[in-house]
């Protein structure tokens, strides 16, 4: 699943601590040669102040060579520079952690600057060396002590363009960390820093403390846009780790200004959307007034077919496509097969594959409840072919379904015809117009693509290839 694997479109919105994991994962999924992923560990490494090991993975890669010497000169440069900073700060440390001082500050950053001052000689400048020294950890790998650093610099002081940077940096810090409930909060403080500054300057520091390459436009639009790019990306790694995560991703990228975002800057992130969507699709459908669910949420697969529709011609995989064939399309055979294949897609992909059983589950409950749509009386073996499960597999899992949603109170099933008969509840004279109305217009669609597909061989599948070119062109 190479052609589908997207770890090098993400690595480069990502900082290079942050693209440790996901070449880890490749290298236990076998995706690329073992080869090529120690040399791209070894590129990213020599970037940092972990030396060592860097040098164990040019030995890995080239046993037949000598380590250079130069990892022994910026080894014994980095220790010297790490004493240096460490005494730095510990002179602001041993100041701001006296009980008395504590007591003393207040939420007026000015204020507490002028009571450091005037009463321990403490200034900005002896402050920011919080700010290096906990820069300095996190670039040798102290990710716990760089992210007390950043807090601690960040609680005193008053350089914006620094402690958007120590957000940045606090953010991967708890990233790596797996504090998720921190890390959590640092992404929404960041988004707020983002979309509620306009200013190029202030901007311009938000994307430079995010990204190795400086800012080239002063476009205070496209500055911001680049900003949320990077959020965009870094918050996968918060979103399908924490508890919430699924939820809280629907409700910031369906939002219209990082739904733009990723429309414009970062379509495959698409999957990672139409994923999300699935896996908090069950629980919307059997949600309670007692668990309220957000309004976008309980239509997020609505939302999400309109963007896949719209960015088809420039994304599309396994994942999107189930979603199209499905909703769009209604073609429950292809749905099918790109379900079997986004179940590959999922298992390989770094951020999903912890929800594989979970993404299938309610993918299956999606091809059931569009199938119930449509049909009154449902053949047993004919949905479980649909749901790429066994006849025994798919009945119990047809009878947990409609146990555990909302279908039970419509479904009953008949063990004797081994099928499935819906009885909706008679509803008043206005509400059945209304959806006999509705219920006309999808099967009226589904019959249309029907024969679509019945008349012109292949049409199906060669239609949306020659629609994408023109579209592509015009989006050139």
């Known amino acids: 699943m190479a052609e589908h694997d997207l770890t090098k479109t993400i690595i480069p919105y990502l900082d290079r601590h942050l693209a440790f994991p996901l070449l880890a994962h490749l290298a236990e999924n076998s995706t690329f040669p073992d080869e090529d992923l120690q040399i791209a560990q070894y590129e990213l490494a020599k970037g940092t102040n972990m030396f060592d090991f860097a040098a164990s993975l040019f030995s890995n890669v080239w046993p037949d060579k000598e380590v250079p010497k130069e990892f022994d000169v910026k080894r014994q440069n980095a220790v010297s520079t790490n004493e240096r900073l460490q005494q730095e700060a510990q002179a602001v440390l041993d100041v701001i952690e006296n009980p008395d001082v504590a007591q003393a500050l207040r939420q007026d950053k000015n204020q507490n600057l002028q009571y450091l001052k005037d009463n321990y000689n403490l200034t900005l400048e002896q402050i920011t060396a919080l700010y290096n020294f906990g820069k300095f950890q996190y670039s040798y790998g102290n990710y716990s002590g760089a992210a007390d650093y950043l807090y601690h610099f960040r609680v005193l002081s008053t350089d914006n363009e620094l402690n958007t940077s120590a957000s940045w940096g606090k953010l991967a810090a708890d990233i790596l960390t797996g504090r998720w409930d921190v890390a959590l909060d640092e992404l ?6 983002i ?8 901007l311009a520091a938000v994307s430079a403390a995010a990204s190795s390459s400086s800012i080239t436009t002063s476009d205070p639009a496209l500055v911001q846009l680049h900003s949320r790019t990077w959020l965009v990306h870094w918050s996968l790694f918060v979103y399908f780790n924490h508890p919430e995560g699924r939820t809280l991703l629907l409700e910031t990228f369906l939002s219209p200004a990082y739904l733009n975002t990723i429309q414009t800057a970062s379509p495959w992130v698409l999957r990672h959307l139409a994923a999300a969507a ?15 669910i957000s309004t976008r949420v309980r239509h997020a697969i609505r939302e999400v077919v309109k963007v896949i529709q719209t960015e088809e011609y420039q994304y599309q995989d396994p994942v999107t496509t189930f ?28 951020f999903l594959s912890p929800f594989r059983d979970e993404f299938l589950d309610n993918a299956r409950y999606l091809i059931s409840e569009a199938y ?11 949905l479980s072919d649909r749901l790429n499960l066994s006849r025994e597999d798919g009945e119990k899992w047809i009878v947990n ?5 909302r279908m039970g109170a419509d479904a009953k099933i008949d063990l004797e015809k081994n099928v499935i008969e819906i009885n909706r509840p008679p509803q ?3 509400q059945t117009v209304i959806e006999k109305t509705r219920g006309l217009a999808l099967r ?9 597909r019945g008349s012109v061989p292949n049409a199906h599948h060669q239609q949306p290839k020659s629609e994408a070119q023109p579209q592509a062109a015009v989006a050139q």
């Open 278 to 292: 699935i896996l908090s699709r069950k629980v919307a459908a059997s949600s309670s007034s007692a668990s309220p």
């Open 444 to 452: 009226t669609q589904a019959m249309g693509s029907a024969i679509g």
């Open 188 to 193: 929404n403080t960041l988004r707020e820093a």
């Open 323 to 350: 979603l199209k064939e499905l909703y769009v399309e209604f073609d429950f055979e292809a749905a099918q097969k790109a379900l079997a294949q986004a179940e590959e897609v999922v298992s390989n992909d770094f």
């Open 372 to 382: 119930c749509r449509i049909h009154q009386k449902i053949d047993i073996a004919d």
């Open 195 to 202: 979309d509620s500054r306009t200013s190029a300057s202030l």
């Open 401 to 405: 379904l409609i146990r555990e949603t």
């Open 428 to 430: 008043p004279v206005y």
